[in-house]
């Protein structure tokens, strides 16, 4: 099984939708990240959390939000989706002591 | 299929040949470095990485070299096999602060 697990791979959506990406590991690690990947850029970091009471955002946090359900469990959501958010979305995991990121194999969301 | 990588620059090597694969850095106080592979339909993966108090490190057929001078680091891929393939992109770290990644580069091996 998967450490870091993605759902849904793929995903089709229409301009004003609410849609939630999820994700979930089982590395029990502390820190989670959610970043976008776009042709030809670096993947950008949009949410991250070190702990279940802590959320900061990243660096295009702008017209998303996320949600730490528990240690495992790290959730995005894009309240009105918007075509300029169709990308591919990537769920990440770390530790304290170490800060080698652990990548899910990522959702394709596609904005119409 | 994912729109990874439509526009990044690409490395064409023989199947057996040594790879290397190159990428600048932004900040200069960045004191760690990681190389990830990325194959198609897939998440990162973690290949190598690097501190800045150290300028080559070697991995099972891979190297990083780190020039601080320049900002420069590299991945070697020793005898290059079709399993390669894929696209390679550095990060940089500032003192745990979060990653800066780069584009990436698209290695093909050719048989």
């Known amino acids: 099984d998967a450490d870091v697990t993605q759902t849904p791979r793929n995903r089709i959506t229409k301009t004003g939708k609410r849609i939630m990406l999820e994700c979930s590991q089982t590395k029990g690690h502390d820190r989670m990240y959610w970043y976008r990947q776009d042709p030809g850029l670096g993947l950008r970091l949009i949410y991250y959390?070190?702990?279940?009471?802590?959320?900061n955002k990243g660096e295009i946090s702008d017209g998303y939000s996320v949600s730490r359900q528990a240690q495992a469990k790290f959730s995005l959501s894009l309240e009105s989706a918007i075509p300029n958010q169709t990308a591919l979305y990537f769920c990440?995991?770390?530790?304290?002591?170490?800060?080698?990121?652990?990548f899910g194999s990522g959702t394709q969301l596609s904005v119409l | 299929g994912e729109s990874v990588g439509l526009h990044l620059p690409t490395l064409s090597v023989q199947e057996g040949d040594n790879s290397i694969i190159n990428c600048a850095y932004s900040?200069?106080?960045?004191?760690?470095f990681i190389w990830y592979k990325q194959e198609s339909g897939k998440g990162p993966q973690f290949i190598i990485d690097i501190r800045s108090n150290m300028d080559k490190r070697q991995g099972q057929r891979v190297t990083v070299l780190l020039n601080k001078t320049v900002k420069h680091l590299s991945l070697q891929i020793a005898a290059t096999q079709p399993g390669d393939s894929a696209v390679y992109f550095c990060a940089e770290n500032n003192y745990g602060q979060n990653f800066v990644f780069g584009p990436g580069t698209r290695l093909s091996v050719l048989p």
């Open positions: 959390s070190f702990d279940v009471k802590d959320i």
């Open positions: 990440a995991t770390s530790d304290e002591h170490n800060e080698k990121l652990f």
């Open positions: 900040n200069s106080a960045s004191d760690y």
